[in-house]
């Protein structure tokens, strides 16, 4: 999404914005993948896979085996397509790394959805900064099988256009990052994941779900896109969809001209904020974000007496 430099290995310059889309789009090369790199993927399948139940919403665990994601091998975008095609019109298209905005809206809305070529290495399996396959063909892809979600993807491209001729680009971006990345929906067997940053993380899936100190409140369009947010730690905010329809009655049926007008004036929430408006599921303790900042002061404080 957010534009960095040159992927040096495709010789493709991230930072021109508007290119035709498969200037940014590469083979994903699949016969190159070696063992180790299969092996990352089934080391990093094993982990999540084994906690998805009670976790993940079911739409997302049946796009998983519908696609039949397996551990065995990191999926072949073409073969993958080949399923989702069938079931929801969606392609995957492998890319080098974080796209500009423009072209991700118009893949989107030409329902290709952008995925990472390359595996972390062993050593960071917790946590990249750029979105790999894991992130992206087990996070994000599974739920493109449903056909509401994947309307609701499509149409978000499409919007993408109106939100930069306001200059709300970022605000629609925030809704990216609270529904398809961190989002959370509410089921009869309570609350369940389907956001792929956090189904792709086993320490933020327990985090989102269980843990004490970050707020769970009832999604509002509004409400997040005057919200910021943390890009590189755990949420400690996370709204709370009632179903794909209500997602996208209050999304792609809305028409968001009126709500762009005015939305850069008015105040913005802090991301562990709560507003009187909000209707709380669970108010967090902040107790992580506390903890640490805590740990940031010392780390400061030693540094400076090292100085
Ligand atoms: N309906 C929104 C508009 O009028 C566009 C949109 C669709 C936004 C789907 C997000 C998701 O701009
Ligand atoms: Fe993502």
Redesign the pocket.
């Known amino acids: 999404m957010a534009d960095l430099g040159t992927s040096a290995e495709h010789g493709i310059d991230l930072t021109n914005k508007d290119m035709p889309l498969d200037y940014y789009m590469v083979d994903q090369n699949w016969d190159q993948f070696t063992s180790e790199e299969h092996g990352t993927w089934g080391l990093l399948y094993e982990r999540m896979r084994n906690m998805l139940p009670g976790y993940a919403c079911k739409e997302y665990l049946k796009g998983l085996d519908d696609l039949d994601i397996s551990k065995d091998e990191i999926p072949d975008f073409r073969r993958m397509s080949e399923r989702l095609k069938s079931l929801t019109g969606w392609e995957v298209v492998a890319v080098p790394g974080m796209i500009p905005d423009k072209p991700f809206f118009k893949m989107l809305a030409n329902r290709q959805f952008p995925s990472g070529d390359f595996i972390r290495p062993r050593a960071s399996m917790d946590y990249i900064k750029e979105p790999d396959v894991f992130h992206d063909g087990f996070g994000h892809v599974p739920l493109l099988s449903n056909p509401v979600f994947a309307d609701?993807m499509q149409?978000?491209g499409?919007?993408g256009q109106?939100a930069m001729d306001h200059k709300c680009v970022n605000r629609?971006l925030r809704?990216y990052w609270f529904t398809v990345e961190f989002g959370l929906i509410q089921t009869d067997e309570g609350i369940r994941i389907y956001g792929a940053g956090i189904l792709s993380s086993s320490t933020e899936s327990k985090f989102a779900l269980k843990d004490d100190s970050p707020n769970r409140l009832k999604f509002d369009v509004e409400r997040i896109m005057r919200t910021k947010y943390k890009y590189d730690d755990l949420q400690q905010t996370y709204f709370v969809i009632d179903s794909f329809e209500q997602l996208f009655k209050d999304?792609?049926?809305?028409?968001?001209?009126p709500l762009y007008e005015g939305l850069l004036q008015k105040p913005q929430f802090e991301a562990a904020e709560i507003t009187a408006d909000d209707v709380v599921l669970h108010k967090g303790t902040g107790a992580y974000a506390k903890e640490k900042a805590a740990q940031e002061k010392l780390k400061q404080a030693q540094e400076g007496a090292d100085a």
Not at 251 to 257: I, K, L, M, S, V
């Open positions: 609701y149409a978000y499409e919007a109106k629609l809704l999304t792609a049926e809305a028409d968001f001209t």
